[in-house]
């Protein structure tokens, strides 16, 4: 059976009543499709969690180019992907040939509507609906620190150097852990500049381990840059997967806070 369905983007999308071939697209959403037991037959490169699943699964490209032809060859009878993430013209190819529902993702509570439309879409809404019950339990035990919050530049690349901005869900991520974005006034992923980052005068500097794999030595050329901030290598994933994996989050922010506050006195 076929049904209609609202995606995140505000796409109705046709799709099977229990779909028995998933393709996905996003690495954060297929950790999630799999972790609901979902049937996912199809994954980009960087759709590494959980480990022990993922190696049996084919890789149908990266998040922005596809392998159309091993995608036609899986014969998807869905597709899940994200507004962000995956380019428009590859989402427009699929979806005039398959179902592809589309995720939009820049808060908390978008991330926990999606992890329950997940649910649904994949006929597990009870399991789903328990693991976004218990992420937002998690996350509502964090308590910002009152008054003046410590001011974060969290940098995503290198060359260009580039920050998460306002409208980002690592924006939101650093919010609810009780810092202030050193760019929250700037939109998006914007390119900064290395006198522009010394200008912000953040109290820390977080380093992501992706998209871009910043290391120990860049953490050192970073403090040179910023000799007054604290500079940190942080877990990506922690920050910026919106499925799953947001489990372990708050803990993750909870050990960096306590860090964060060592290193001050």
């Known amino acids: 059976m076929i049904r209609p369905v609202v995606d995140q983007m505000g796409r ?3 799709v099977p009543q229990r779909p028995q071939r998933i393709v996905s697209l996003v690495p954060s959403q297929t950790e999630l499709l799999l972790d609901l037991g979902a049937p996912v037959v199809g994954r980009t490169k960087f759709c590494v969690h959980p480990a022990d699943h993922v190696t049996a ?6 998040t922005k180019q596809y392998r159309f032809d091993t995608i036609a060859s899986l014969q998807p009878d869905l597709i899940i992907g994200n507004k962000e993430e995956n380019e428009r013209e590859g989402i427009e190819q699929l979806a005039a040939r398959y179902p592809v529902w589309m995720s939009d993702i820049a808060s908390l509570d978008d991330a926990l509507r999606m992890i329950r439309a997940v649910g649904d879409l994949v006929a597990q809404p009870g399991r789903a609906t328990a693991l976004a019950d218990e992420i937002a339990r998690d996350f509502a035990t964090l308590s910002p620190s009152a008054g003046v919050r410590s001011r974060v530049a969290y940098l995503i690349w290198k060359a260009p150097m580039m920050v998460a901005g306002q409208g ?3 924006h939101e991520v650093l919010t609810w852990a009780g810092w202030a974005n050193a760019f929250g006034d700037l939109p998006r992923y914007p390119e900064i500049t ?20 910043f290391g120990e030595k860049h953490r050192v050329e970073f403090q040179t840059l910023c000799p007054a901030a604290s500079v940190h290598l942080v877990d990506g994933e922690l920050f910026s997967w919106y499925g799953s994996r947001l489990r372990h989050a708050v803990a ?14």
């Open 194 to 213: 290395p006198d522009e980052l010394t200008a912000a005068r953040p109290d820390h500097i977080f380093l992501s381990s992706e998209p871009y794999p």
């Open 57 to 62: 699964i084919p890789v149908v490209g990266g």
């Open 12 to 14: 109705c999308v046709a």
């Open 168 to 170: 980002t869900f690592i």
């Open 252 to 265: 993750y922010l909870r050990a960096l806070r306590t860090t964060l506050a060592a290193n001050h006195d």
